[in-house]
């Protein structure tokens, strides 16, 4: 129902200005290459994340593009650009503490389903399964709040080479998994 892709981290701005620019220039040319195919398989896409530092260019792409596919009803595409899984959280604790401070919510009535609401990713907030391409054997930041019981899979591919029998493989591996969600079975 929902898959979210890490096309850019709020670290990534430490890279070399060259690299940077490329890969702002690329999300921009894969998105008009690949609109119509996303709007005729009924994706509505949500871009997430902190705009404000993106090129007003890039912005607007992604804001059209949001627009002209909101009404879809198919798998929601998250597109995670400057994104930052505790940039998101700290984000969302300051929405709770204004709406504290507004008087909409007492602090005895703040739960985990009061900050969940306030994350990019709500109402669809926790992940079923992480797929981490290449070699690396972390999480980079990316849906902290939302992968607590998260599945992981590994594959040693670059995303580049990752393919669709790469995914029913990720896929087929998860569905043979026993998940407890810190219970027993």
């Known amino acids: 129902k929902v898959l979210t892709v890490y096309a850019f981290s709020t670290e990534n701005w430490k890279r070399p200005d060259e690299e940077v620019s490329y890969i702002m220039k690329l999300m921009k040319s894969y998105l008009s290459k690949n609109l119509l195919e996303l709007k005729e398989h009924n ?3 949500h871009v997430i994340g902190d705009m404000k530092r993106l090129h007003p260019d890039l912005q607007d792409a992604f804001s059209q593009a949001e627009a002209e ?8 595409l998250n597109v995670a650009v400057n994104y930052g ?3 998101e959280i700290t984000q969302a604790a300051r929405k709770v ?4 401070r507004d008087g909409q919510i007492r602090p005895e009535d703040i739960s985990e389903a009061t900050l ?3 994350l990019y990713t709500e109402p669809e907030n926790d992940v079923d399964l992480l797929i981490r391409p290449g070699a690396d054997k972390r999480v980079s930041n990316f849906l902290l709040w939302q992968m607590a019981y998260a599945e992981f899979w590994y594959t040693q591919l670059c995303w ?3 393919s669709k ?4 493989e990720a896929i087929l591996s998860f569905q043979g998994r026993e ?3 810190g219970g027993l079975k």
């Open 116 to 118: 969940a609401q306030y």
């Open 97 to 100: 503490a204004e709406a504290v």
């Open 160 to 162: 580049p080479d990752f």
């Open 165 to 168: 029998d790469t995914l029913v």
């Open 85 to 87: 899984g505790r940039l």
């Open 179 to 181: 998940r407890r969600f």
């Open 43 to 45: 994706v509505q896409l």
């Open 69 to 76: 596919m909101a009404a879809n009803t198919g798998l929601i």
